[in-house]
Structure formats: C-alpha cells, structure tokens
C-alpha cells in the first residue's frame, strides 16, 4: 500500500523504492509519536505522502506558478463514452505518471488522496490557483492520452 502512495508520487521504480525506505524509516524513528487517535494505516499514509512531497520539494528544478484564468484551453472530461474500466491499472498508471512533476503532484494529491486545493497550496508551497489550474490540466492530459489509448486499442 505505501509503495503504492510512493509510486504514484515518483518518476521512477527506484526513486518510489528510495522515497518508500525513506517512509519506513520515518515510520520507525516517529513511532512513539503516534497516539492511537484514527488509524495506524492513515498514520502511515501521512507520512508517505509528505515524505514524497518532500522528496519533490529537493528534487523540484523549478516550481510552477500560473493563474487560473491564464488557461483557456480545455478538453473536455465530461465524455459520456469515457469508461475508464477499459483500461488495466497499469495502463492508467502509466498515463498518470507520464504526467510533468507538478502535475503529477497535485493530481495524486486532489483526485487519488482527497486533499482540498487549499490543503495542497499549503503543502506544496504553492498558489491555490495555481493548484487548481495544474490539477484541471492534469485531469485534460490524463483524458486525451486515455482516448489516444482507446483508439489505439481498437485498432
């Protein structure tokens, strides 16, 4: 399961595997920290994902600040012939980490983890626009290279 929040976040296998070696020992030197309040599994969640984030802040070369209203360009995801069971969990996967660092990011953090725009500016150092604006254009590349996928499937 962590390996799996460590993916998600990463660019690679081996930087999953350095930011999940990174987790459990945080995991380990923190235990004493944990006081029983919600669950040991979401403890651990927490810790992974901030550990990844972390591990993006140190390996981030630049951060990306634009404004919503600068992106006027969208793709529609509100496709009713969009399934996306016709994809196997590493197809989509794979779709999701192709996606640029920052995108990729906040993608994870709003869609898969559930944080607010507002909870992932905050932990990502960002503007809430600027959450908002990557996570919409994450959403539009995800989309057209799912369709792109489809297509090619079917041929």
Not at 70 to 96: K, M
Request: charged fraction near 30%; hydrophobic fraction near 35%.
């Amino acid at each position: 399961m962590l390996f799996g929040i460590c993916l998600r976040y990463s660019d690679s296998r081996e930087t999953a595997e350095d930011i999940l070696q990174d987790t459990f020992v945080k995991i380990y030197s923190s235990i004493s920290d944990y006081e029983g309040v919600g669950s040991f599994e979401g403890w651990m969640k927490r810790i992974a994902i901030n550990t990844a984030i972390t591990n993006y802040h140190q390996s981030a070369k630049h951060k990306h600040h634009e404004d919503v209203d600068d992106y006027a360009q969208t793709i529609a995801s509100d496709d009713p012939n969009f399934d996306s069971l016709e994809f196997t969990r590493e197809e989509l996967l794979g779709v999701v980490n192709s996606l640029p660092d920052g995108y990729r990011m906040v993608f994870n953090m709003f869609a898969i983890e559930g944080f607010k725009h507002r909870e992932i500016a905050e932990m990502l150092g960002i503007d809430i626009n600027t959450s908002k604006t990557q996570f919409m254009r994450a959403r539009n590349i995800v989309v057209k290279k799912l369709n792109e996928l489809k297509r090619i499937k079917r041929h």
